[in-house]
């Protein structure tokens, strides 16, 4: 497989559909590497040891953790399972940006932004990487989050390992463009 296509596999399987090969995650989202390896390949789905290593490591999102012994990954964020990353809650920057499509604004302004199939809403510290991930959803609209006065009104942040903020959601109250 190529490199694309071993992260594509890896999105799905650690972050949505690990039954998918037969992979069990734990409580956290993280997953045995030799099972990994072994049931993809199972599935048809070859790739090597160097192969996940080097997807893991040149992922331009930082996607995907390896634990400090390499016998675990799991997905940085993104989960549509239900796993508990393990963050604390950390105090973010006041101002957070989402990128989102144009024809999502009025139920956003209404309902304010909802994690959807995700765990967490989430949101980027510059507008320019929220400017690319509402991109892909279309037209992009870049909405301002006043991430400083949610914490200060008791709203848990987290930040996962790859710089992604998360958040369980965003009121309208907090959005502006």
Request: aromatic share 6%.
């Amino acid at each position: 497989m190529k490199d694309g296509e071993v992260a594509r596999l890896l999105s799905l399987i650690l972050r949505h559909e690990p039954k998918r090969i037969g992979l069990t995650l734990d409580g956290q989202g993280w997953a045995n590497v030799p099972d990994l390896i072994r049931l993809a390949k199972r599935a048809g789905k070859s790739f090597d040891l160097a192969t996940l290593r080097r997807v893991v490591e040149t992922n331009d999102k930082r996607r995907f953790t390896l634990s400090p012994d390499g016998l675990r990954i799991r997905a940085a964020q993104g989960h549509s399972l239900p796993v508990d990353l393990g963050l604390p809650a950390v105090q973010p920057p006041d101002r957070l940006w989402h990128g989102t499509a144009r024809d999502n604004l009025p139920s956003i302004f209404r309902d304010g932004l909802k994690p959807g199939r995700r765990q967490m809403v989430h949101l980027s510290a510059d507008r320019d990487t929220a400017q690319r991930v509402g991109e892909r959803h279309g037209k992009a609209v870049i909405l301002a989050v006043e991430a400083g006065l949610m914490f200060r009104d008791k709203i848990p942040f987290y930040q996962a390992d790859n710089g992604v903020w998360l958040v369980p959601s965003v009121s309208p109250a907090y959005l502006a463009f």
